[in-house]
């Protein structure tokens, strides 16, 4: 049996955790200590839902293999990151489908990368056409819900897809929505520039989530209504936020969770397949990169439309409770808890018979950034080390 003394990251609480085979075997409170401070944090693995690669290797790409499948996502463990959903962005069909192919063959090689990836994310191709709503997008791929085409892509992942973001305006978008929904999988918006009266048929649709609020669209819009105020004010969709420190800025991050309350937050990284790149151009897929020397990731020759972010899923957890004012715990839940809830799939909590997806990470409080130590996947330690093991 391993065991080890932490802190906890929602109480603060000392605890000795010990694990056997996959699971927690039993949290016990350790009594008042002089000094916490030598005591790494625990909390749950952070689960991230919108990867779309690292190092240069991206899910979407059509050259991808089972190998560099693994190889993303073992340097995710760095990060805190112990399950994640792969995210393959609009593209060919052909593309698509080998990238999911390529993440099935890789889950049935390896039992530990089907225990991380908890899912697979599709964004895309059914999106807003216009600068802006698209993003980084390729306008050639762009294109209405296909259904039939979705479900080869749903065959290909071994049935792995759990999430897809579409534009609410998307020809063919409520039917779809139905459908997927009713095949158990979450859709969320994105990438729109849908109308109030489209956002709301959506969300009655089934939509329960809105991709990366507040970034996808335009750079100049009308007042109100909006789509983002008719996304921000709509109770039934979750909102997920980059909280990289370039994406939105500090007063729009606290805004969106006011405004949705902590359950209904996720965060996500929206890691580009460039991050941990070196600054410099990059082609990829026909459009032009640039990892710049300050970390924002863009298109080529302007800094205005950003392509997924350069930071990591652990420095977007701190920068929430910076910039937002958070709880290490209710920023550690929003990267977690709620992103479980959503996709509706067992959440990882510091409890007997959980499964030991766990991290252990220094951190000094608000403006620092958080430190992963080690990273556990059901109970198997994936990065860095144990404390006090015996
Ligand atoms: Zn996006």
Redesign the pocket.
Known sequence: MTSFAARRYDTGEPVRISLEGEQIAAVEPMGPLEDLEPLPYVAPGFFDLQINGHGGVWFSDESLTSDAVLEVLAAHFRFGVTRLCPTLITNSFEAIHDGLTAIRQACEREKWSDQMVAGCHI?GPYIAAEDGPR?AHPLEHVRGCDWSEFEKWQKASGGRVRLVTLAAEADGAEDFIRQAVASGVTVAI??TAATTEQITAAVDAGARLS??LGN?AHGTMRRHPNYIWDQLGEPRLTASIITDGHHLPPSVVRSIIFAKGTSGIVLTC?ASGLAGCAPGEYDYHGGRFEVLADGPIVVAGQRQYLAGSGQLTDTCVSNAVTMAGLTLGQACDMAALNPCRLLGIPVVTLTRGSRADLILFRYGGSGTRLQVTAAMLAGALRFGELPGTC
């Open positions: 964004e993003g994105g990438h991709t990366h996808g929206d």
